[in-house]
């Protein structure tokens, strides 16, 4: 049964939940099952905390939902906006809230840079903590749906890899990409078994259009927005296919070897 938003008495079932999108909705939930992140930047001050607190218990209810997620059927409610809130109602005496639930899916890096993302709408966070998280997405694409400006980007360190164009004439196309760290450390890694030399960024110029319309398509299929995240996975998958070449090697050897008399 669901519960009325004054009074916290048992009401009509379609109180309960209510769509208001696709995969969005509002839901009644225990407090105690709801899940806080594991780091948080926005930070209350304790006056403010106490002022939220008596507020909720003067009017018997929360007055902002806190935004949740639930990325599997039945799996933990996690709070990606409002904690302070949650924590609030829960020290005013209250058991049930309404909140709303996101049910896409959604990794880890993503919550976090929807986390981050409501924080930035109000207050001002701990930018020690910020920093922590921003560290932990894992995409240009969630950087970016974070809201934060570029000098939040984690930069890597030195590098020294060179992009060469040859100089020769030719009719040529410059794409110009962003990569995370840890993106260009995979990619570095790949150059370095393809070349064992500096990384030359060059190919036929009529392979372009195969190229592209292969990124485009592997894109769609991995439902992947960003053009860097692309060449990420399949740098991954060709990095994966290198090191089954190389045990693929070592059992043939092995092999021959327990063979040889």
Same mark, same amino acid.
């Given at each position: 049964m669901g519960q009325s938003p004054s009074s916290g008495k048992a009401t009509g079932v379609a109180e309960q939940r209510m769509q208001i999108a696709d995969d969005l909705w509002i839901e009644w939930v225990d407090l105690n099952a709801l899940r806080e992140q594991d780091i948080n930047a926005q930070q209350m001050q304790p006056r403010q905390m106490d002022r939220l607190t008596e507020n909720i218990r003067l009017r018997g209810q929360i007055e902002s939902l806190p935004y949740c997620c639930q990325t599997e059927a039945n799996g933990p409610i996690s709070v990606i906006s409002g904690h302070h809130r949650a924590r609030a109602a829960r020290a005013a005496g209250l058991t049930r809230i309404p909140v709303i639930i996101d049910r896409q899916p959604m990794t880890k890096s993503r919550i976090t840079a929807k986390q981050i993302a409501h924080? +930035? /709408?109000?207050? +001002?966070? &701990?930018? &020690?903590? /910020?920093?922590?998280?921003v560290a932990s997405l894992e995409s240009v694409d969630d950087m970016l749906l974070s809201g934060l400006d570029e000098n939040w980007l984690p930069t890597p360190g030195p590098d020294d890899t060179q992009l060469l164009i040859p100089h020769a004439e030719f009719d040529w196309r410059l794409a110009t990409l962003l990569f995370l760290p840890g993106q260009l450390d995979r990619l570095n890694e790949l150059a370095d078994l393809c070349s064992g030399s500096d990384f030359v960024g060059v190919a036929q110029a009529d392979q372009f259009d195969s190229f592209s319309k292969a990124m485009v398509a592997f894109a769609r299929v991995r439902n992947v927005k960003n053009l860097a995240v692309v060449v990420d996975v399949l740098t991954q998958i060709a990095l994966r296919e290198v090191d089954q070449i190389k045990a693929d090697a070592i059992a043939a050897a092995a092999a021959a070897a327990a063979a040889s008399p």
């Open positions: 924080n +930035e /709408l109000v207050g +001002e966070p &701990d930018r &020690d903590i /910020l920093a922590q998280m």
